[in-house]
């Protein structure tokens, strides 16, 4: 689906299509007025690299209003912001720690649009956040300058509903999940028995563990721990995998974003189920109790970053210019270990000279 050219403005556009993957950012300084900024637990680097930004923010871009989320532990010289109905506009988040803070950001706009997401590694895995910290200052330079692209990275919408299929749970609102759904069996011995529904067509019934509805985004965390495959996340798809299913049959299914699965726990079933979304437990699901997954019209436009990239790489043969390399290739090799051999260093380095 093309993009509707009024939605490339950082902040909340009027409406959003699904965009194109990777797309140009129109910033620039005057369109950049708000900036939330969203941390991990404040241990000393995070509180001396959120006091960096200030100092930087204020000296270069003293135009812009720089607000924290509401937490005991907000930074001096913030606004404070609270998530929901009549909260102030953010152009940019800044996220400082690991992946699931990226997470928690991304649970903070539950409605409507989400501001681009520029996220500066500070965790253990950093598999969802491109930029050391120590790069902030340029990655901001290439923000404000309208450098910077964007991978639109899918989420989840998700709705509860009873036996009679009235809405559950969170105020008749959708969930909106980055990474994925998960219904399991918790604490209890017994294995759940689920029914699996493809646009209100039934697909099987699950006695396993659980079952887990991903992002492409979501492929690479609990879905792949379970088995599930690889997707990139420039696609739009929805990814069902089991979790140690009975059958021997039962393989993860690769399904388009328009479709809608419903996961109903079956009437037989010995268990309950407990649902854990981005890996925050939410509901317990009865038999005879479901919920609906469908793509989010609402997607996560994540800063690339290539979008920093030296242009010198790419004029030495070496790499990609700005905005054209594929950060996730370089990921699932140097951080997931994609296909590595047990060859080692030392015998690689050899082999090279």
């Not at 692209?149 to 989420?155: I, S």
């Not at 495959?229 to 696609?235: A, K, M, Q, T, W």
């Amino acid at each position: 689906m093309s993009q509707n050219p009024e939605d490339t403005n950082v902040g909340f556009p009027p409406s959003w299509r699904w965009p194109a993957s990777s797309s140009s950012i129109t910033t620039n300084a005057e369109q950049v007025k708000s900036i939330l900024i969203v941390n991990k637990l404040r241990t000393k680097p995070v509180i001396d690299t959120i006091d960096s930004f200030l100092v930087h923010l204020r000296t270069h871009y003293p135009h812009v209003k720089v607000f924290h989320e509401d937490r005991p532990d907000i930074p001096q010289g913030v606004e404070m912001w609270r998530p929901g109905q009549g909260a102030q506009k953010i152009h940019l988040v800044i996220t400082l720690g690991g992946d699931g803070t990226i997470l928690h950001a991304s649970s903070l706009f539950k409605v409507g649009a989400v501001p681009p997401v520029l996220s500066f590694s500070m965790g253990t895995l950093g598999f969802l956040l491109p930029f050391h910290v120590d790069d902030f200052s340029k990655a901001l330079e290439s923000v404000f300058q309208g450098k910077a692209t964007v991978l639109y990275r899918m989420r989840l919408s998700c709705a509860f509903s009873d036996k009679d299929g009235n809405s559950i749970g969170n105020k008749g609102e959708d969930w909106q999940v980055m990474n994925e759904v998960a219904l399991h069996r918790g604490s209890s011995p017994h294995l759940n028995t689920i029914d699996a529904f493809v646009d209100g067509q039934h697909l099987t019934e699950a006695v396993s563990d659980g079952l887990i509805v991903s992002t492409p985004t979501g492929s690479t965390a609990y879905s792949l721990s379970a088995g599930g495959p690889i997707v990139h996340p420039s696609l739009s798809a929805l990814v069902l995998t089991p979790i140690c299913p009975r059958s021997l049959s039962f393989r993860p299914l690769v399904f388009p974003a328009s479709s809608s699965i419903t996961l109903r726990i079956g009437e037989r079933s010995r268990a309950p189920a407990g649902v854990s979304m981005d890996g925050q437990a939410s509901h317990i699901l009865n038999p005879g109790e479901s919920v609906t997954v469908r793509s989010s019209l609402h997607p996560i436009p994540c800063i690339n970053r290539s979008s920093i990239s030296d242009p010198a790489f790419d004029a030495q043969g070496e790499g990609a210019g700005p905005g054209k390399e594929d950060d996730w290739v370089r990921d699932i090799n140097n951080l997931l270990q994609y296909n590595a051999t047990f060859r080692s260093k030392a015998l690689l380095r050899h082999s090279r000279s």
